[in-house]
């Protein structure tokens, strides 16, 4: 049992460039996140999903896209990437919606100069 | 809406020493709150959560978090800090929205050093 796995772990861009960011989870979990981590300001919600083939926008969506194709994946997307998406990207998943624990991958580090 | 914060950015103890780790939180009813550790270069991990509960909440570790709501504040405890102990510590409260989703808002965090 691998918990939540986040591809890859380190990542350096240049600006314009795009990329995607692969979450996978073996728990079953209906929901999954996808959180940016920057200094002194915690985890700030960029996309969600509360189930297969469904998303949803946080609280900092802009420049980021999302598909949750199949149960276990959520693929997050940086079409043109930007200096001001340098950061630490977690994806998580959770069984429910509700005040839930949620399962959180190892990061990725990501570099956009 | 919800708001968390976390009192302190950084906070140093001796190993051996008591740990507080300081939380308010901001709600217009009755919240879920949980603490969240993160270890350099890792993931987060759940250490405890409060959710109506007995308001005395043990986690892994030896953490406590209690919940007091006359003053809007769920601090987290440990008696005597081991060197493993180093992280970063994140207060988090659990806000509903639309469609029966809770979503998590995390303070800031404090980072916690313990030295020899």
């Known amino acids: 049992n691998a918990g939540v796995t986040q591809t890859p772990k380190f990542r350096v861009l240049k600006t314009g460039q795009s990329m995607t960011l692969l979450c996978a989870q073996d728990?079953?979990?209906?929901?999954m996140y996808w959180y940016r981590q920057d200094p002194g300001m915690g985890l700030r919600l960029i996309h969600y999903?509360?189930?297969?083939?469904?998303?949803a926008k946080g609280e900092v969506p802009d420049g980021y896209n999302v598909s949750r194709l199949k149960k276990q994946n959520f693929l997050l997307g940086l079409e043109s990437a930007a200096p001001s998406q340098t950061s630490v990207y977690f994806c998580?998943?959770?069984?429910?919606?509700?005040?839930?624990?949620?399962?959180f991958g190892p990061g990725t580090r990501l570099t956009v100069l | 809406a919800q708001s968390v914060t976390q009192l302190d950015s950084h906070v140093s103890v001796s190993e051996g020493t008591p740990v507080l780790l300081r939380c308010n939180y901001s709600?217009?009813?009755?919240?879920?709150l949980f603490w969240y550790v993160q270890h350099p270069n890792k993931g987060l991990q759940l250490l405890l959560k409060?959710?109506?509960?007995?308001?005395l909440v043990k986690g892994i570790n030896g953490f406590e978090a209690e919940f007091k709501k006359s003053e809007t504040s769920f601090h987290l405890t440990k008696p005597s800090a081991h060197m493993s102990d180093a992280a970063e510590y994140f207060c988090?409260?659990?806000?509903?929205?639309?469609?029966?989703?809770?979503?998590?808002?995390f303070g800031a965090g404090t980072r916690l050093a313990v030295h020899p």
């Open positions: 709600s217009s009813y009755s919240p879920s």
């Open positions: 728990m079953n979990h209906e929901y």
């Open positions: 409060y959710t109506s509960a007995a308001t």
């Open positions: 998580a998943s959770s069984y429910s919606g509700g005040p839930d624990t949620q399962y």
């Open positions: 999903s509360v189930g297969e083939g469904t998303t």
């Open positions: 988090v409260v659990s806000d509903r929205i639309s469609g029966g989703y809770n979503k998590l808002i």
